[in-house]
């Protein structure tokens, strides 16, 4: 017993994965050990799943790493943890760089809002953010508006994980608004609010839609 017990305290401590306290186990286990509780251990293999997860939405391929799951209407890449909505890059700058002051944003340098990579984000204020944004004309207006100058970072239509309708049901809806149809009956025949049909019929939304005949 006194040897055993010389040789664990000659051991000498890790340091716990999750809360970094210093543990010290057993000899046979010092080869596993990555966490010094139950406790930790599970709230570290919560982490490395969702992490593999993210990760697994990443298409690494190019000079960006582009989101290649469900996005927000800027573009910025959609991601969920335990419930919680959030922006795809700021989970990937959280993962590299650690928590985000609360006051900062997450800003781009390559101005591409799908892209998650590490080093293609930098920690801002509102005021850099909107700068940045004037600067690269994403805040623009007219032709160099950042939907025109860079229309693969808005996601449109059926890309929007939250659309009930497709581009043949919006052509079907116009012509039936233009037949005489009201937005409630419209509405109903499809299942969505009058809201969304009137978006539709207004064209406030669906507007790269174009009119022509259902396939």
Known sequence: MRDHASKTEDLAPLQCAVCNRLFIVKPYRRGKARCCSVRCENKRRRELDWHER????????????????????????????????????????????????????????????????????????????????????????????GTLTHPESVTRGTQQTQAKLNDDAIRTVRRLASAGWSNREIATQFGVSRAAIWRVTRRNGWSHVQDGPTQ
């Open 54 to 145: 993210f990760w697994a939405k990443v298409d690494k391929s190019g000079h960006c790493w582009v989101w290649t799951a469900g996005r927000l209407e800027q573009g910025y890449g959609a991601f969920s943890i335990c419930g919680e909505p959030q922006r795809a890059h700021r989970v990937s700058y959280e993962i590299a760089f650690g928590q985000i002051p609360h006051e900062l944003d997450v800003c781009h340098h390559c101005d591409n809002p799908p892209c998650v990579r590490p080093d293609h984000l930098y920690l801002g204020t509102d005021v850099d953010n909107a700068a940045d944004r004037a600067e690269r004309g994403r805040a623009a207006s007219g032709a160099r508006h």
